[in-house]
């Protein structure tokens, strides 16, 4: 497992910076389960950075309100949709909406990180949107029996609360299918219980989600991991989108690579795509962005977070029992107004521990402490 040392970090400032002059790259509108928690005194995103420069609307996944979804489905009263028709119309409401909004969070604001939405509920400690602003990091597909359930559920969401809630792009959100095994099977899935068509829909709108995100300008959230070809943050912001996933570049790092306690800087990932990289890698990508943590999902961790390299990144897994398999625990992560990063439990919901509430801090495993991410941990 990850090192939970409680070693206190010396080379950054107690201070959080709260300029957001160089957060315009983390221009996105979703996250993957992790999520993120606001007070209900956090102005609205819109108001915080009003100069935000504009994308084209092809570029960016954004959803208007849930009105225009109803003014959309007043025109069928008086005859029956079928599901296709419901989904393909939801879909259309992301692919023509004008939204586009860049997820940065000033440290005035509590927030709450997660992975997945397969095997997760929205109905936690920190509450439904807009009571809590929610980061996703991706791979809502896929993973599950009911993948379209879940992806459809978090649209919806999406639609309704566009301020509050949002999705990163996983590796799964792909135009690729043959990329997975068929047990994984959002294609077939779609194949089965609607049409191909429908999943082409999918992709179109996956081809547009945002591809990481910034927390009070010190946290970099991202599905995989980082890249031996990002130099500047304005390398995420150049990428245009809509896109599908490339062979290879920073956009396929950024969702496929990994942390490895061996690698000394890049090697091979055993996946067969992209790379791992080491400690020296994250040390030197933090000081040079004046970032103090890495917070990425991608992989199962069994007490559902693990830190690497002296709490300089987090893996955030949002999914117990992921499967149905790994008997594993599962994790939100909220950072509050000072930075300071706490995880909310979720037992393996198969087997729940006795006399332990769903979503406990108190699960019966190893109590990890508390990392106080901008000047060590507490």
């Not at 996105?28 to 102005?43: D, G, R």
């Not at 599905?223 to 570049?249: A, C, F, K, N, Q």
Request: aromatic share 10%; net charge negative; with cysteine.
């Amino acid at each position: 497992m990850g090192n939970t040392s409680s070693k206190k970090r010396k080379d950054r400032p107690s201070v959080i910076r709260t300029d957001t002059n160089d957060n315009d790259y983390s221009n996105t509108t979703a996250t993957s389960m992790n999520s993120i928690l606001v007070n209900s005194s956090i102005q609205r995103i819109g108001d915080m950075w009003p100069q935000q420069p504009s994308l084209d609307d092809s570029n960016q996944l954004t959803f208007t309100s849930q009105n225009q979804l109803t003014a959309t489905s007043m025109r069928s009263v008086g005859r029956n949709l079928d599901i296709d028709e419901c989904i393909d119309r939801l879909l259309e409401v992301g692919r023509s909406s004008k939204i586009h909004k860049s997820i940065c969070f000033k440290n005035s604001e509590i927030v709450a990180i997660c992975r997945a939405v397969q095997e997760i509920f929205l109905s936690q400690p920190g509450g439904f949107p807009p009571d809590a602003n929610y980061l996703f990091l991706g791979d809502y597909v896929d993973r599950g029996k009911q993948s379209l359930e879940s992806i459809l559920l978090l649209f919806c969401y999406k639609i309704k609360f566009p301020e509050t809630f949002f999705l990163l792009r996983g590796n799964h959100e792909s135009g690729k299918p043959f990329l997975f095994p068929i047990v994984y099977g959002f294609y077939d899935e779609c194949k089965r219980r609607t049409n191909v068509k429908i999943w082409k829909t999918f992709v179109d709108v996956f081809n547009t989600l945002p591809i990481a995100a910034l927390v009070a300008s010190k946290i970099f959230c991202v599905h995989g991991g980082l890249s031996p070809s990002l130099d500047s943050m304005e390398d995420i912001r150049g990428i245009m989108r809509p896109t599908d996933v490339p062979e290879y570049g920073t956009l396929n790092d950024l969702l496929w690579s990994d942390p490895s306690d061996t690698a000394i800087e890049w090697e091979d990932n055993e996946r067969g795509v992209s790379y791992c990289f080491g400690k020296k890698i994250v040390n030197e990508f933090l000081a040079k962005h004046d970032l103090d943590l890495v917070c990425r999902a991608h992989m199962v961790v069994e007490d559902g977070y693990e830190f690497f390299n002296e709490r300089t990144l987090v893996t955030v897994f949002s999914a117990p029992n992921y499967c149905g398999e790994f008997d594993n625990f599962a994790s939100i992560m909220t950072v509050n107004e000072e930075l300071l990063c706490s995880f909310e439990l979720l037992t393996p919901t198969d087997h729940p521990p006795p006399a332990t509430k769903l979503g406990s801090m108190s699960a019966p495993k190893e109590a990890h402490p508390v990392a106080m991410v901008n000047n060590g941990s507490k």
